[in-house]
């Protein structure tokens, strides 16, 4: 039986909160060497941002006598590291990168959302205060990221010719395939979960909009005749990514579920922000119709997710 009281559950989000800012120093502190400039600049920002917000929540530990847990940031440092190591090994880096940085800072927010309403529950208001003041840091770190899409498919694309834009534009349909493939199972898996169901109609009717995504994506692949291997090819490349060791632990309880199910619609909003530009680039009206219908779904699917934080705490 999960322990309810709230004194328990306000340290457990402390201690995952810690976890996840040693995890994202790992990143901040590499991720400068993938990107130049601007997008550079953010990261080496976004690190000191990042120390101070791990020393600040290891203080609210302490002040409960807990310390930090030593194996959950052990897995966190291995995922940081394993994160940068995926970015490095697409094709375009830089997007690569930008996108799962964009998908982590959205995991940061719900995550101190959720530390926020732990702590009003546990009666610790300075926790609370804290909890939306980082939260505040991350929403302007992912709208920097945000900011830098263009300039990230601007250095992904410096390499590639003007006549193989096309195919360029076919790997980023068949990865925007493979992320909605991956989500699609993290949507059915959550139906075996015990979960509230205002979230669990959130999720149902996000799947059957992702079953749509597929469809659609498969559809614009065969038209512009990308070859049958392409969709096994995409499932290879993000194979690598395992989003259990990126997101440090698979979720376990309806909250966590809820900020990984957060992220991993962000990390779609990301891709399908990418997949627009570099569809504009190539000349490709269609895709670049197709990605601005989807990008307006999955970011409504974040909202609609995000509104059941509360819900989702309610059973931890
Ligand atoms: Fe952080
Ligand atoms: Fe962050
Ligand atoms: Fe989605």
Redesign the pocket.
Known sequence: MPNKDPQTQLVKHLTDVHSIEEQ?AVQMRRAPDLVEGALAESFRR?LGE?ESQEQRVRQRLQAHNASPSKLKDVAGQAGGFGMVLFARSQPDTPGKLVMHAFSY?HM?VAAYELLGIAAREAGDEETATMAAAIADE?RE?AGRLAAGFDEAVEQALRQVEPEDLGDQLGTYLADVHALEAQSKELLERSKEMDVPEALRAALARHLEETEGHLRKVERRLDDRGAAPSAIKDAMLRLGALNWGVFFAAQPDTPAKLAGFAYAVENLEVAAYELLLRVARRAGDQETVDLAESILNEEKNAAKAIADQWPVSMSIA
Do not use: D
């Open positions: 994202a976004h990042t800072e940061e991350e770190m």
